[in-house]
């Protein structure tokens, strides 16, 4: 089949990219030992951080695939028209204003500098003069009950603005280990077809009379379903079907207002407005990656390990559970607690989330640390890439640190997941 021409949006170091074609035509699933039969060719490219005087992520791409159409400059800026055509947008939207490193309180959801960007998105639907037959997006799952006040609200403005681009959606919160990978990272991959396009026809053929699809697209015909199994969660498996009502404007200001519990499930498809979506849970039966299974065997530099006493303390306080009285700068007192995090992090299991702090050596609650023979230790930017799939050595740049290479981990993508949906879009093209 004719390639599906690829334009990557929020780029950083590419894992899309290598989710769809592979690294040197070589598949991260297969630790790049098999070659990928790829359906898709990246055709432009776009990372630029605003507010950052170096553009590491940027330079990284642009080393990697130094003969592509890369973009560095500001993607509120770039003129659409001069794009090339293309039939698959993808990005990982940047997500700050309501990741889990934040409170959901303090989110300032669409309208924070970074949730802004996803009008940059719109903007390019919008303007195109060829729109896209399919969208493949990631974000925190955080997005499905962003913001506190109106939970699901954001999700909502970026669904009802689709449908009225002309695309039904389906989604789905997917933990890459669940599914054979080596890290515990949950992100809402969502998934878009075009109106022109057969899925969206097939999709239109399975409405009900009431134009909802029910549970069959989520759990069984779904092109995220065929990808990733799933069965309904037993506790809590009732399917919520709802229209979105109003335009964008009306949404941002009365979509679930005072909303004590969020709207969107885990799992969902809409069509028309037509919001089907139910509470699942993963179904396989597969081989499952360990934190050991990305471990580094050659020589460690020795500010990794974690040798100073008063250090070790100072972690083992920041890992244990605490139950202490406490003081605000305002002079509120307050008891705090906190439950015992398992430590050092356990060799036989899927790894706990990267997050972009994991760099440095400073003790902290959130990064990792691992027993060895030598002694405990952090982990090196190499284990960190191997739990997000990339190649060894992917980030490694002149002038940039192993805390910025960690930095990048913590904003990238589980490469498997995308290369596996990939493979099942390019299946269904092949056989529609």
């Not at 770039?78 to 204003?97: E, H, M, R, S, W």
């Not at 003790?363 to 952090?378: A, D, E, N, Q």
Request: aromatic share 10%.
């Amino acid at each position: 089949m004719k390639k599906l021409k690829v334009i990557e949006l929020f780029a950083g170091v590419g894992g899309f990219r290598i989710g769809l074609e592979g690294y040197k035509r070589k598949s991260a699933s297969s630790n790049y030992t098999k070659n990928l039969s790829s359906a898709f060719e990246v055709v432009w490219s776009n990372q630029w951080e605003p507010l950052t005087k170096v553009q590491h992520a940027s330079s990284i791409y642009e080393a990697r695939w130094p003969n592509s159409k890369h973009s560095n400059e500001d993607i509120g800026e770039i003129d659409v028209a001069k794009l090339p055509k293309f039939d698959l947008l993808v990005g990982g939207f940047p997500c700050q204003d309501y990741s889990v490193a934040t409170t959901l309180k303090n989110s300032k959801g669409l309208i924070g500098p970074k949730g802004i960007l996803w009008w940059s998105i719109n903007r390019i639907l919008d303007e195109v003069k060829h729109k896209p037959n399919y969208l493949l997006l990631e974000n925190v799952d955080r997005l499905l009950i962003s913001p506190s006040k109106q939970r699901g609200r954001d999700f909502a403005i970026i669904l009802q603005s689709l449908n009225k681009l002309g695309y039904a959606v389906e989604w789905r919160v997917i933990n890459a280990a669940d599914y054979g990978m080596p890290q515990r990272r949950r992100r809402v991959f969502i998934f878009a077809y075009h109106s022109s396009t057969s899925i969206y026809k097939k999709l239109k053929k399975n409405q009900s009379a009431y134009g909802f699809l029910g549970d069959n697209w989520i759990l069984n015909d779904g092109l995220i379903a065929e990808t990733f199994p799933v069965t309904p969660d037993q506790k809590n498996h009732k399917l919520s079907e709802f229209e979105l009502n109003g335009d964008i404007v009306q949404i941002s200001n009365k979509f679930n207002i005072e909303g004590a519990k969020g709207v969107f499930l885990n799992s969902g498809v809409m069509i028309n407005g037509c919001i089907s979506t139910m509470k699942t849970k993963p179904s396989y039966k597969g081989m499952l990656s360990t934190l050991k299974s990305v471990i580094y065997r050659g020589v460690i530099p020795n500010e990794f390990y974690v040798v100073d006493n008063d250090q070790k303390k100072r972690w083992n306080y920041l890992k244990g559970s605490k139950a202490e009285p406490r003081e605000t700068k305002s002079g509120f007192k307050y008891d705090f607690k906190e439950g015992a995090m398992i430590f050092p992090d356990s060799l036989e299991k899927p790894s706990r989330t990267i997050i972009t702090g994991e760099g440095g050596p400073s003790p902290s609650r959130f990064k990792h640390v691992i027993k060895t023979k030598k002694g405990l230790r952090r982990l090196i930017p190499i284990e960190l890439e191997r739990l997000n799939m990339f190649p060894d050595n992917h980030t490694e740049f002149k002038n940039v640190t192993d805390n910025k290479r960690a930095f990048l981990m913590g904003n990238a993508l589980v490469i498997g997941v995308v290369e596996k949906l990939g493979k099942t879009l390019k299946k269904r093209l092949e056989n529609k």
